[in-house]
């Protein structure tokens, strides 16, 4: 049997794209055969060790006079604590993220000659882009990098990087998908600047004023929502939700998802929305393009408001154009189902 030890900054119930994903990818793994175990921040209120279903959970103390003292105490303490365990070293180690994560484990590997691999979410490979030649000394006993995206994948051939394996986000098999379609437009996320709300808002400020009116249901919470709850108080179609981790009722309602990211990588909500037959409208950035066929199982829109509006009103009243693009999403997702993801990674381990 062999160890899987994953490494990341926050794990349930803190929850985050690389969070849920990595709990799929690890509770899999588990039914596979693999002993896994997930090392993370300690926040307040939370056991040191603990087991979020059959997933072991390792929470490591950390200072927090500031975020320098809480990366560096993350670090140090993360270290330690497998140096304390060397008896039940890990063969494998996956960190999430370029950062402290895989600080530690491209330090772990020095010592028990681990294998490791690094996956790479969102738009951290942005700072490397103009220092190649420092990616490739910070990262140089790296084994592979897992990216996301064709995007991302593509960025790392600029860095002048081969140790590259594209390996999508992963969904899980709806059942009973539901073939009514529903009346409002879903936003579902964290509410903050890179997930473009503001943008969303403003071009259904601009709808109402022209008569058009499409409800909207919001649902998340962020450290903008309260802002952008008041400035745009006046919208009559809108309605906030909150936070709400049962999102399936949202989406087994909704008429259209949509996503108005200044950058994704490959968006969990997308892929979500698609599981249960819901067309997704996008902003054409990172790897939306990957997930979505223009006018098959959804459409992309450039980030501006009158080509929001253009794009929200040209398939929210075609009926047949959204039956269609059901049956399409419900299609396309299959190649995004956790059990046709999990063999991309016990390949790289083997």
């Given amino acids: ?28 793994l588990i039914e596979k055969g693999y002993e896994v175990e997930v090392v993370t921040r300690k926040y307040t209120g939370l056991e040191k060790a603990e087991y979020v279903g059959n997933i072991k959970v390792r929470r490591i103390g950390i200072m927090k006079f500031n975020k320098g003292a809480e990366k560096i105490s993350f670090c140090i303490n993360s270290i330690l604590y497998y140096l304390m365990n060397f008896k039940s070293k890990p063969d494998i180690i996956i960190a999430s993220q370029t950062g402290i994560a895989a600080r530690v484990a491209i330090f772990i590997k020095g010592i028990f000659n681990c294998k490791v691999l690094v996956r790479i979410a969102g738009g951290e490979l942005k700072k490397f882009e103009s220092n190649k030649s420092k990616f ?3 990262f140089k006993n790296v084994d592979k990098f897992i990216v996301l995206s064709e995007d991302m994948k593509k ?16 969904v899980v098999k709806q059942v009973n998908i539901e073939s009514n379609i529903g009346r409002y437009v879903l936003f579902c996320g964290r ?14 400020r601009q709808m109402q004023k022209a008569g058009v009116d499409i409800p909207l249901v919001i649902v998340g919470d962020g450290s903008l929502k309260k802002e952008l709850e008041d400035e745009y108080s006046d ?4 309605k906030w939700i909150g936070e709400d981790k049962n999102t399936s009722k949202y989406y087994k309602n909704a008429r259209l998802l949509i ?9 969990n909500t997308i892929l979500e929305a698609q599981s249960y ?11 939306n393009k990957d997930l979505i066929s223009n006018y098959k199982n959804g459409i992309l829109f450039e980030r501006d408001p009158n080509d929001v509006i253009n794009t929200i009103c040209e398939i929210y009243f075609n009926e047949k154009r959204i039956l269609d693009m059901k049956s399409n999403s419900l299609e396309y997702i299959k190649n995004h189902y956790i059990e046709n993801i999990i ?8």
């Fill in 1 to 28: 049997m062999k160890r899987i030890s994953i490494i990341m900054s926050s794990f349930y119930p803190k929850i985050g794209g690389s969070e849920k994903q990595l709990q799929l990818i690890s509770e899999k």
């Fill in 136 to 138: 490739s000394r910070k």
């Fill in 155 to 170: 960025t790392m051939e600029n860095l002048n990087e081969k140790r590259v394996e594209k390996i999508t986000n992963a």
């Fill in 191 to 204: 509410i903050e600047k890179v997930k473009g709300l503001d943008l969303l808002l403003e071009s259904w």
């Fill in 235 to 238: 919208l009559r179609s809108v």
């Fill in 259 to 267: 996503n108005t990211s200044e950058y994704e990588g490959i968006s």
């Fill in 277 to 287: 037959g819901i067309p997704v409208i996008a902003s054409n950035v990172g790897g």
């Fill in 343 to 350: 063999g991309k990674y016990i390949k790289q381990f083997n």
